[in-house]
């Protein structure tokens, strides 16, 4: 295992740090898309929600596609 921080989509999930609390009062289950500190919008699910970051980013670039929930799952892989 690495030991070194993850710099990919740093940014955009500091980003989604800073304003979650605000986006639960608002877009609690939404779906979130953003680049950077450019927030694209909100969407009702992840199919409008990433085809909407390819459109306007493009399929050679990372942008965050994420729902706004209050706790986040947890998933393990065996």
């Known amino acids: 295992m690495s030991s070194t921080v993850p710099t990919r989509l740093l940014a955009e999930t500091e980003f989604y740090d800073s304003h979650k609390a ?4 608002i877009h609690r289950n939404e ?12 969407f009702t699910n992840f199919r409008d929600a990433y085809y909407a970051g390819v ?16 706790q986040e799952p947890v998933f393990v892989v065996f």
């Open 55 to 70: 459109e306007k980013y493009g399929m050679n670039t990372d942008f965050l596609v994420k729902r706004v929930v209050e």
């Open 31 to 42: 779906f979130v898309v953003a680049k950077g500190t450019e927030l694209l919008g909100f």
């Open 22 to 25: 605000e986006w639960l009062r």
